[in-house]
């Protein structure tokens, strides 16, 4: 099912059905959004559908572009219209080394796809840009692709570049933090105002990283962070002082939801034979596994034995001791990193296994954040599967692998100001007990920590919407 259609939430997006004739006083207006998003990940793209959703609520008539590896998936799902980003540009082989790399060659392929200078051309190509946009400033033209002109024309009629959220500088995913980097200063040498939102910088680890990170993001009008004190901290340590800076919230914070009359049918659609809706339970708990490898820490599946072990026994504990159903819910379906292959196997490993449901089809971010909000506990180990849950006031526990994905979680269960349901230890090396102690523990409160969730809420998602207010400020005072 598409984002924003057959939902009942239309009334939220007036403005983008162009229902709303009488704004027409708003002169029109651009931005440029950019992120991690294009990768069917749901998490990657709740952040710009909130800062879709929440731009379009201040300022109706705006023309919106998203630079993406994926364009007709991110026009299909945002119903925005969408170029590739830089990186399509950094990456494109030549016609010609393209056609002799074709698998179809066999073996000659293979060698001479070993032996292509990839880096040492996407370096040069990344430099180039900057000379070819320095030029343009002078109103010298330079020779560049398709590709790149398209993101040149894009960026320099626009009125705005926004960042927005998530954890794409770092040296981890170095192929995001050039990219993210290489645009912005694109943006700065057109003088495009940019805004970076709901961020988590680093780790960054590199001196090149490091160099370039700092070129960037003191090119920036506005930069937000979604933790409290750790991205602020590495930013100013790097030397990145000229942007406003805040510890906001992660731009999911504001996506709005559905009514449960609404999600019933979702759940229904993966329940065919409603073997698992007729089960009685005291309660119900949303289960969710981070099938990204490489965040993870995993090189297949097959590792990932001591989590899929820790949430199987987690699961039949809340079965079998607090008379629970369990809701395996995936955010992301792409291919690399699928969430779904990993809670079959927590299914198909529990004692009582129809006392669990796999989500397996796909939804997007407003339809996965309401079904979260159906139920009593949530534990998951993706960030935005948290988010979701805690902006909906359901009391969660997160876990992970890896000082990235822990400095996420940790952030935002400080953010809620609920810092003992974020299990520090690496879900590898865990002991069930520890988990289980804390599930009880969270158990035997959540109504308290709901209502907790519930009283911060407002004041997180009121600040998450720091970097909205100043793209209406910075467009409708251009």
């Known amino acids: 099912m598409n984002a924003w259609t057959d939902r009942g939430i239309e009334e939220y997006f007036t403005p983008h059905f162009g229902m709303m004739d009488q704004t027409m006083k708003y002169r029109p207006k651009k931005v440029v959004i950019i992120g991690g998003f294009g990768w069917r990940d749901i998490g990657d793209e709740a952040m710009p559908q909130a800062v879709i959703y929440n731009l379009r609520k201040a300022i109706p008539n705006l023309d919106i572009v998203m630079l993406s590896p994926d364009p007709a998936y991110t026009t299909a799902y945002h119903k925005e219209r969408s170029i590739y980003d830089i990186n399509a540009y950094l990456y494109r082989k030549p016609w010609l080394i393209s056609k002799l790399t074709d698998p179809k060659l066999g073996i000659l392929g293979k060698l001479i796809n070993k032996i292509y200078p990839r880096r040492s051309i996407y370096f040069l190509r990344w430099f180039y840009f900057l000379i070819v946009l320095q030029c343009y400033c002078w109103r010298l033209n330079l020779p560049l692709n398709k590709i790149g002109k398209d993101i040149v024309d894009e960026i320099s009629s626009a009125g705005l570049l926004f960042n927005n959220g998530g954890g794409n500088i770092n040296s981890l995913l170095s192929a995001e933090l050039y990219k993210q980097t290489l645009t912005i200063l694109a943006a700065s040498k057109l003088n495009i105002p940019v805004i970076v939102s709901g961020q988590t910088i680093g780790p960054i680890t590199k001196k090149r990283h490091a160099f370039i990170v700092k070129k960037a993001l003191n090119k920036v009008d506005t930069l937000t962070f979604r933790d409290r004190g750790i991205s602020i901290e590495r930013v100013q340590r790097a030397g990145i002082n000229q942007p406003t800076m805040l510890d906001t919230a992660d731009d999911a914070v504001s996506l709005p939801f559905l009514k449960p009359e609404q999600v019933t049918p979702l759940i229904s659609a993966n329940d065919k034979s409603s073997e698992w809706s007729n089960i009685s339970a005291s309660i119900i708990v949303a289960m969710n596994m981070n099938g990204y490898l490489k965040a ?18 987690i699961a039949d504990k809340l079965v079998e001791e607090h ?26 490993k529990m004692r009582q296994n129809k006392h669990a449901l796999v989500i397996e089809l796909e939804y997007d971010a407003i339809q996965y954040k309401s079904l979260i909000g159906m139920a009593d506990l949530a534990i ?73 969730l519930k009283g911060r809420h407002k004041t997180i998602q009121d600040d998450s919407l720091v970097t909205i207010r100043r793209s209406e400020a910075l467009l409708m005072g251009a």
Do not use: W
């Not at 993870?296 to 026994?313: G, P, R, S």
């Not at 809701?327 to 079959?344: A, E, G, K, V, W």
């Open 380 to 452: 998951g180990a993706r960030y935005h599967f948290n988010v979701f849950a805690t902006s909906m006031g359901v009391p969660c526990i997160g876990l992970a692998n890896g000082i990235y994905q822990k400095t996420k979680l940790k952030g935002l269960m400080e953010l809620y100001n609920i810092p003992y349901c974020f299990i520090p230890e690496d879900m590898e090396k865990v002991k069930v007990d520890t988990v289980i102690e804390v599930v009880e523990k969270v158990l035997k409160n959540r109504a308290q920590i709901s209502e907790r």
């Open 323 to 348: 008379s629970a159903k369990i809701l395996l819910i995936p955010t992301d379906y792409h291919q690399l990193s699928d969430d779904r292959p990993l809670l079959r196997i927590i299914k198909n």
């Open 296 to 313: 993870m820490n995993k090189k297949n599946i097959d590792d990932f034995l001591a989590e899929l072990t820790l949430l199987t026994k």
